[in-house]
């Protein structure tokens, strides 16, 4: 059992909570598919598993688009939640947006490695259709979730980095910022209570003979 285990659970979870939800998100839609994904490193070692970035070509395509503008984080999710925790002022992200689709989408729109796909790209749901009509719909208890996901998962991750999914995919790894360990999770008192109930099923989600609470402090403060 180890963190890209725990990983590929946070996930699964992940799936069986959006089902929840009624989304329309559906192959082929591909809105959000741009050069600005970001990821852990460790969701990287996950990602490379795709059986469609062993081929050359895609190679060289991830390596181009590296080369152009695109959004590299400048703050981690944790460092975040870490100064709202702390009462400081949150710093800001300085990082700029480039344009572009993302090389790792074929010519009909479908991810050509989903399965695999950072949890950027799996956070980004709708409960409306975006093609044409502009932004997504994110139900307000999944935005809040998601964000604690993204801090479980640089948890997993501590000792990693995170940065752009581009250059981590092409080695360029000093364009990255440290992880930081889970300090507490930022959640709004009215979704307070359903936040502790879907905390619980996540750490009872097994990792080969243990649990996801195992990979996780023992106590998680709520602001
Ligand atoms: S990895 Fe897949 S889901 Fe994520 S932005 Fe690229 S094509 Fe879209």
Redesign the pocket.
Known sequence: MNNIDALEAVYRFHDSLTARFGLVCTGGC?T???VN?TMTSLEGDYLRRAEALQEPELGKRLGRAADRPHFRPHLTTNELAEACFLRRDAPVETGEHGEGS????DRSGH????DH??F??RAMVSLERCVGQGEAVMPPFLFTFNLALYQVIEHLDRDGVSGN?LDLLTDHRDRSVPNRPLPGFLVPPEEQLRFARVLDELKKVVVGNGVLADFLPDSLPLP
């Open positions: 591909a959000c598919c741009s994904v993302c090389p790792l989408l991810c050509t490695v989903y796909r950072p950027a790209c999914m």
